[in-house]
């Protein structure tokens, strides 16, 4: 399995780092994208990356901090890109329901990282709350560059724009909750399109919901929507890890 959505950087994970990679290839993961959503978490996560080949790094600016964004940051994100442990760029994208950050502002940042993202040849995970219009809108108008709708849980214009483009949809223990009502989502991507993330320490599934997330959890997940797809967890494993590779590229096969 390929948790392709971790934040394992995160003070969150200090007290007990190792024990947590250690119960995460005991429960048969072979690699973990170390999420960096801002240029502190992105330095963290490279040095994740650099110390066990089983672990890459992404870097961004998450739409929290869109307000944040300046001309450096360019620099920053162009230069953290060319590194080959940087395997895509994010978490990007809109968030409405916290709006942390004014929506023109995040709108910039997210247009300015997709046009980067795409010059640096890197895949892009997107995070979309509550702004599902506007996030297909601006993906429809770059699509240059492979895109991660991740912990996927946005309506059926999201989802269209996601499937029309070519793009990878990435589920979460989200699809464990009682209240999830998204299994026709679930259904309607093609398997050479999924993925699966924790998104860890957030969204733990059950039967660990309400506690600390972590990749050795993602088995329930994996489990779930096999069942929803009536197909066997290990082909469902198969063709994820699989798309994760094809997506991230090579580093995430040396290290197998
Ligand atoms: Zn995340």
């Avoid at 007290?15 to 947590?20: K, L, M, N, S």
């Avoid at 998104?199 to 959890?217: I, T």
Wanted: aromatic fraction near 6%; charged fraction near 20%.
């Amino acid at each position: 399995m390929i948790d392709t959505h971790c934040h394992l950087a995160s003070a969150d994970y200090d007290a007990d780092r190792g024990e947590v990679l250690q119960r995460a290839w005991a429960a048969g993961l072979s690699h973990i994208v170390v999420i960096g959503e801002s240029p502190v978490a992105a330095a963290a996560a490279l040095e994740l990356a650099a110390s066990d080949p089983r672990l890459s790094a992404t870097a961004g600016i998450h739409p929290h901090d869109a307000k944040d964004w300046s001309p450096g940051s360019a620099g920053w994100l162009a230069r953290s890109l060319a590194d080959p442990r940087v395997v895509a760029a994010g978490e990007m994208g809109l968030d409405y329901h916290y709006d942390h950050s004014p929506r023109e502002a995040q709108h910039a940042a997210f247009r300015a990282q997709l046009a980067l993202a795409a010059q640096a040849a890197r895949p892009v995970i997107i995070h979309a709350r509550e702004a599902d219009d506007d996030v297909a809108a601006i993906l429809r108008s770059d699509a240059r560059t492979p895109v991660v709708l991740h912990s996927f849980s946005s309506g059926p214009a999201l989802l269209r724009a996601g499937l029309d483009l070519g793009h990878y949809l990435s589920f979460s223990g989200m699809v464990t909750f009682r209240n999830w009502a998204l299994d026709d989502a679930v259904r309607a991507v093609p398997l050479e399109r999924m993925l699966l993330e924790t998104d860890g320490p957030y969204l733990a599934p059950v039967p660990h919901r309400g506690k600390r997330n972590e990749p050795a959890f993602m088995k329930h997940t994996a489990e779930r929507i096999a069942a929803v797809r009536g197909i066997d967890a290990a082909e469902l494993i198969a063709a994820t890890s699989k798309n994760a590779r094809t997506l991230f590229g090579t580093r995430l096969n040396e290290a197998r």
